[in-house]
């Protein structure tokens, strides 16, 4: 797949501000700070289309990135992060679950864990839940330069096992794992030839 270009069209908290649907959508979810925003940037090669911080639970919207004019990334809120009030978390799980159970034009979830750490239990608790719905997913391990490559292995492992499914190893810093993301959304979107898909 060649991204290019890549726009974020609307942060929405319900179903009525979801943006009219395009043929696709993958959904990105996974722990607070586990560099989803990165992983969007390094798939879209844009610095700055999503917002990054070194402070978990920035991202408190679901976010829809138009991708070639023909499907959508959405980014949904990071679980787990323990500084925001039981209500608002109450409330992101209840747009979240909302978008995860109701969206038919979702096709595919994109669970992002740190490579460094084992999955949490609210990465289980997702991944059971991703089971139980049957769409397609993926694994991808984050922050992959921080290991060396052997340990990178070891890490991979051990989430291999804990999660049930071979996760990609992905380093937003040196793009190692782009082309395999890519090359999954290859097989999930469904092709148009004039998006550039």
């Given at each position: ?18 943006p009219?649907p ?23 090669k ?5 917002r ?25 809120p990071g ?5 925001v ?6 409330k992101?799980?209840e ?14 979830i994109?669970?992002?864990v ?14 059971n ?17 921080k ?28 793009s ?15 092709s ?6």
């Amino acid at each position: 797949m060649m991204i290019k270009n890549a726009r974020l069209v609307v942060s929405a908290v319900s179903s009525a501000q979801y943006p009219p649907p395009l043929g696709a959508e993958i959904a990105l979810v996974g722990r607070s700070n586990v560099g989803k925003s990165s992983l969007i940037n390094c798939l879209v090669k844009r610095k700055s289309l999503a917002r990054t911080s070194s402070t978990p639970g920035k991202t408190q919207t679901l976010n829809f990135y138009k991708i070639n004019n023909a499907w959508y990334c959405v980014d949904l809120p990071g679980y787990g992060y323990a500084r925001v009030s039981k209500k608002k978390r109450a409330k992101w799980g209840e747009f979240i679950e909302e978008y995860l159970n109701n969206r038919e034009q979702l096709k595919g979830i994109i669970q992002v864990v740190d490579l460094r750490h084992l999955p949490t239990a609210n990465d289980l608790l997702m991944r059971n839940w991703l089971i139980e719905r049957g769409l397609p997913c993926l694994i991808i391990a984050t922050k992959a330069d921080k290991l060396s490559r052997n340990r990178q292995k070891q890490q991979a492992e051990k989430i291999r096992s804990k999660l049930q499914l071979t996760p990609i190893i992905f380093s937003a810093l040196t793009s190692q794992g782009r082309q395999e993301v890519l090359a999954w959304l290859n097989k999930i979107i469904p092709s148009n030839p004039q998006s550039g898909c």
